[in-house]
């Protein structure tokens, strides 16, 4: 970890999100920029131990190296981060870590995999493999939809300028549902640029009303936070204030520069589904 730059005391004063950059000519694993999750959290009121389990699923678009002749190869990146790992990775060191790729000269698929999971592992502090796929191995990978319910059409009136958990409501009638909307929207605490994308939310409990629900999640359209901060408030709101028995939340963020984050949070689910939706 030596090399990597690491912000638990100050972040993210040294964050390299909207600062100008060069971008690399080569590969440099110091590029990488990473976060404390345990400070993170403690801005949102978590802490140990944590009432939920998952990952963070990204994928980068974008990727290229060079064979040993020079020839280049293109791929796409993906890989896990566990939601336990002592630190993020800040997505745009890892998009210019990743663009020093692009000149550098490796043996093989094989050996560029194994240099980013060792990279990845090293700066967030846990197990990480990496996975590419090529043009080939992705030729049929098919949309997905999220299952259950939409609430996008439920009626909605808000004036909350922020995720405020005091709209969310139950009913003492328990079920077991799958709700999803298209309508996540939120902004990066550094530059203020919108993330968008879908959430779907599985619980089994107390039936949640599903316009409060519509209502707190649009609370998020100003909200300056990280994918990953965004999904584990969403998830401990509802646990707080719903009280389900069993709860998932999994958001499927649009890529950004090449690279999208999906968190997912369970505190009965081992395992992210595998999904790819419309917008991604």
């Not at 939920?52 to 993906?78: M, N, Y």
């Not at 493999?129 to 090529?134: E, G, H, I, V």
């Not at 605490?189 to 316009?211: C, F, K, M, N």
Request: charged share 30%; aromatic share 8%; hydrophobic share 40%.
């Amino acid at each position: 970890m030596s090399d990597v730059t690491d912000t638990s005391a100050d972040e993210p004063r040294d964050i390299p999100l909207g600062r100008h950059t060069e971008y690399a000519d080569g590969y440099d694993r110091g590029l990488l920029f990473t976060l404390s999750r345990a400070d993170a959290r403690q801005r949102i009121g978590l802490a140990e131990p944590l009432p939920f389990s998952g990952v963070d699923q990204w994928t980068a678009w974008e990727l290229s190296w060079l064979e040993p002749d020079g020839r280049p190869v293109v791929a796409v990146l993906r890989f896990e981060v566990p939601a336990d790992s002592e630190r993020l990775i800040e997505s745009k060191s890892l998009k210019l870590y990743l663009n020093g790729f692009a000149m550098t000269h490796f043996d093989d698929a094989a050996e560029v995999a194994a240099r980013i999971s060792a990279d990845l592992g090293d700066a967030a502090g846990a197990d990480i493999q990496a996975r590419l796929a090529t043009a080939a191995d992705s030729a049929s990978d098919d949309i997905d939809r999220l299952p259950g319910r939409c609430i996008d059409d439920e009626p909605l009136s808000l004036d909350a300028c922020g995720p405020d958990p005091s709209l969310l409501r139950r009913a003492r009638a328990t079920t077991h549902e799958k709700l999803h909307s298209h309508l996540l929207r939120s902004l990066c605490p550094v530059t203020g640029q919108p993330d968008t994308g879908s959430i779907a939310i599985e619980y089994r409990g107390p039936r949640i009303d599903r316009a409060a629900l519509l209502a707190y999640l649009v609370g998020f359209r100003q909200h300056r936070d990280f994918h990953e901060l965004c999904v584990e408030r969403i998830f401990g709101d509802l646990l707080q204030c719903c009280e389900p028995r069993e709860l998932t939340v999994h958001a499927f963020y649009n890529r950004r520069g090449g690279i999208d984050i999906n968190p997912f949070r369970s505190n009965v689910l081992e395992r992210a589904p595998a999904l790819r939706l419309w917008r991604q």
